[in-house]
């Protein structure tokens, strides 16, 4: 194996200071956990301050990120979207110097240094601050930039890969929302509150509880991915074996469950018993359909933090035909599930192997030279 050095960061990073001089100069843009977006793309709307004169610009190719952060996570991105956006003063921006970007994005994002550097920095159980100033003194054990750039290709090839699979995934999601549409046009005309009640019911959480928060469902897939580990921090809705649960924050998000067991959720959830009149996977569709979600979405409240409700949802308009007629648009949507759902298993199983790269690169264990086969 290479030789790795323990490095100061701040030798190789370079502030970037240019500041916009007129507004909406440049397009704004939104450096999230998921990556960085055009804020409108990201948000559906503009939610910026109405004069942004003065905000940070990020030329293509330059990193940026929040200094702050409530629960010790960070993200790095590089603008690769436009030749120049802007980002509020709150976003540090800066280039490189005799480093890989995408290696340094990498450990940045995912190394345990930089980890454990925010929790060091964390005030007490508020915010925790890394400003720009901070960042440079952070030390990082690194390679030679052969190396670097080395690491870089393969776990590249991994992110081309996983890109891939997640184009499928959007292509056969597109082609079950064009059955949905045609399908759930059907029937008699109807309120989504003849539908379904809305369940308020909270208790306290046991150790034995399954417990659910938004991070626990997959956007887009409806599957549960893992379960809440601060369960028993509050009181939490009661759900049951065929509710259906719909993410009331931020329902662009597209996070719903038909629940398959009885347990507890977090308060961001509507959660629906479904009446007899409507079959429970009929209403799922309808729930994870484009219409339900973009209706959903349009009436939300709070800026940061929007918001649908039960008084919301209810509103909705629903087509329903019989009973005999909801078998048969589920049993094709199913079709259509199964073929979405095998790819969106092959997206996870890439993932996983890119997190084992990560963890064998990025620590030393196993140089590329040594790496065997490929993705």
């Not at 804020?39 to 190719?61: I, L, M």
């Not at 540090?92 to 995408?102: E, G």
Request: charged share 25%.
């Amino acid at each position: 194996m290479g030789e790795w050095k323990c490095v100061q960061l701040g030798n190789y990073l370079v502030e970037h200071t240019e500041k916009t001089t007129q507004n909406n100069q440049y397009p704004v843009l939104t450096s999230s956990r998921e990556g960085i977006f055009l804020q409108t793309d990201y948000y559906n709307r503009v939610v910026a301050s109405k004069d942004n004169t003065g905000y940070n610009v990020v030329p293509y190719g330059y990193f940026t990120y929040r200094h702050m952060s409530d629960d010790v996570v960070f993200r790095f991105n590089i603008n690769n979207i436009v030749e120049k956006g802007i980002v509020s003063t709150l976003y540090p921006v800066f280039t490189t110097r005799n480093i890989d970007d995408y290696f340094l994005r990498t450990i940045l994002n995912y190394g345990s240094e930089f980890k454990k550097f925010a929790f060091f920095n964390q005030q007490g159980l508020s915010r925790t601050y890394v400003y720009f100033s901070m960042l440079k003194k952070l030390y990082v054990t690194i390679p030679d930039l052969d190396e670097q750039r080395r690491i870089a290709a393969v776990l590249a090839a991994a992110d081309e890969a996983i890109v891939a699979s997640r184009a499928l995934v959007e292509k056969y999601a597109a082609v079950k929302q064009g059955l949905m549409q045609d399908l759930l046009g059907k029937g008699e005309l109807t309120l989504f509150a003849d539908l379904a009640d809305s369940i308020t019911r909270k208790e306290r959480a046991t150790a034995e509880s399954v417990c659910l928060n938004m991070d626990c469902i997959e956007s887009g897939s409806g599957k549960v991915i893992s379960r809440s580990f601060d369960s028993m921090s509050s009181d939490k809705i009661v759900f049951k074996a065929g509710d259906l649960l719909f993410a009331k924050l931020r329902p662009y998000l597209r996070k719903y469950w038909l629940a398959d067991m009885d347990g507890l959720c977090s308060s961001e959830f509507l959660v629906f018993k479904i009446k007899p009149k409507v079959r429970s996977k009929y209403l799922y569709y309808i729930v994870s359909s484009n219409e339900f979600v973009e209706y959903n979405n349009s009436q939300t409240f709070g800026t940061k933090m929007p918001r649908t409700s039960w008084s919301i949802a209810k509103k909705y308009q629903v087509r329903v035909p019989s009973l005999d007629e909801q078998d048969r648009i589920i049993e094709i949507l199913t079709a259509a599930d199964e073929r979405l759902t095998a790819e969106w298993e092959r997206l996870r199983k890439l993932e996983d192997i890119k997190r084992g790269l990560m963890d064998d690169l990025l620590t030393n264990r196993v140089s590329t030279d040594k790496l065997q086969g490929g993705v």
